[in-house]
């Protein structure tokens, strides 16, 4: 009888302690899991934001360069760029905002790689626009379509790291493959 019931409580304290680990994990695992989630979504709005503002700094140059080249524009299609550029100037306003958002909150989530990237980009806008007036508009619609592209192109890969995303095989299979 002794030797049930010692068995009995043996097997409900290997239950009770591997139910507790179970628990452990599945609690671990679902806050990783909405971690990257989030951490996802936040780096999906973050390209967003940077692709309207590389759109709109884009089609001004783009703009800019036509009305000095062409003088020879109708007054139509003036007015159609015209409404273009405005549509990409409130979707540009409206990211700035965003990309505020994202430099203050943001850092919270991203990792400091990108934090430091999107602070970069900030200070560029910020040192490109204290400057506008006294410099060659169009020279200063370049720098900073440079400085969203390079800014673009670090964030790409830096969040590609942060989520652990590759395109690669897992590293068992390129073992079996012999990559």
């Known amino acids: 009888m002794l030797n049930f019931v010692t068995t009995l409580l043996s097997g409900l304290f290997i ?3 591997t139910s507790l680990i179970t628990v452990r994990l599945a609690l671990w695992r679902f806050y990783s899991e909405k971690w990257w989630e989030r951490k996802a979504e936040l780096y999906s709005r973050l390209i967003e934001v940077l692709f309207d503002m590389h759109s709109y700094n884009r089609q001004w140059l783009e703009d800019y360069e036509q009305e000095s080249i062409s003088e020879a524009v109708t007054a139509f299609e003036k007015e159609k760029r015209k409404k273009h ?12 905002v965003d990309f505020e958002k994202i430099a203050v909150i943001g850092a919270f989530i991203v990792s400091d790689a990108i934090a430091k990237d999107v602070m970069q980009l900030t200070k560029a806008n910020a040192a490109t626009m204290a400057e506008f007036s006294q410099r060659d508009m169009r020279k200063t619609a370049e720098e900073s379509l440079k400085a969203i592209e390079d800014c673009l192109a670090r964030v790409r890969e830096h969040a590609k790291q942060d989520l652990s995303i590759t395109r690669q095989f ?3 299979v390129r073992k079996i493959l012999g990559h």
């Open 170 to 172: 897992p590293a068992i």
């Open 85 to 96: 550029l405005e549509s990409l100037r409130s979707r540009y306003q409206k990211t700035e």
């Open 15 to 17: 239950a009770a302690v």
